[in-house]
């Protein structure tokens, strides 16, 4: 079946730094990839998606490149803020299953 | 704005209650899912419903039980059944049908049920 595996944390940083959080996938078929972000007591936000090979998804400076070569779809941004904290999903969706897994999420803490 | 309505916010209950928690969208989507956030943890999915009068069960769908008898409304019971009912539940929405699988799940802001 399908799965992500997303870099455990907790990752703490400090403003201004470069931040990365690694993200694999197994899937079946072809699937769009997706990262939310769940800010304290809220439910997840869309952040950016990729829906196929090469795709690079950005929003707010985040940025992540659908590697079907690598089952790949890192997030990374040049300088993160204090308001960057937060938990971080990784996930996929498979029109095969018709539902979208996710990783275990990743919180980060920046730091001022 | 359309969005998707979670409520109560925080709710309360004792062991052995059966409890329902509201899920509310007007987004005009096909697919709704129930999710369960324990502390520390990702998502896991409970029961997911593609379109009116059907839905099937999810990873963890012991203890609870759901009904769609309306596109807009995916309310989720959880019984006395459920052995650790405490968690966060998240509910959410997408579009649905061909194609649609590229289409971003839209949460709403979710219920946290303690039980004693």
């Known amino acids: 079946g399908d799965s992500v595996t997303q870099m455990e944390g907790p990752v703490t940083l400090s403003e201004e730094a470069f931040l990365t959080i690694n993200c694999t996938y197994t899937a079946t078929g072809y699937p769009s990839l997706f990262w939310y972000v769940q800010y304290p007591g809220e439910g997840l936000q869309l952040l950016l998606k990729a829906t196929k090979a090469d795709d690079k998804g950005s929003n707010k400076g985040f940025e992540a490149t659908y590697r079907k070569e690598t089952t790949s779809f890192h997030l990374e941004k040049g300088s993160v803020q204090v308001s960057d904290s937060a938990v971080y999903f990784c996930?996929?969706?498979?029109?095969?299953?018709?539902?979208?897994?996710f990783g275990d999420g990743t919180t980060l803490t920046v730091k001022p | 704005d359309g969005g998707i309505t979670q409520s109560p916010k925080y709710l309360f209950r004792k062991e052995g209650q059966n409890v329902t928690l509201s899920c509310e969208q007007n987004l005009n989507h096909d697919a709704m899912y129930w999710y369960r956030q324990d502390p520390g943890q990702g998502l896991r999915l409970i029961y997911y419903s593609q379109i009116v009068n059907d839905f099937q069960k999810g990873d963890i769908a012991e203890g609870y039980s759901v009904s769609r008898e309306k596109k807009e409304s995916f309310p989720l019971t959880v019984t006395s059944a459920q052995k650790n009912p405490t968690a966060f539940y998240l509910c959410?929405?997408?579009?649905?049908?061909?194609?649609?699988?590229?289409?971003?799940?839209?949460f709403g802001n979710g219920t946290r049920l303690t039980v004693t």
């Open positions: 959410a929405s997408s579009r649905s049908g061909t194609g649609s699988y590229n289409s971003p799940l839209h």
């Open positions: 996930a996929l969706s498979d029109a095969n299953a018709g539902k979208s897994t």
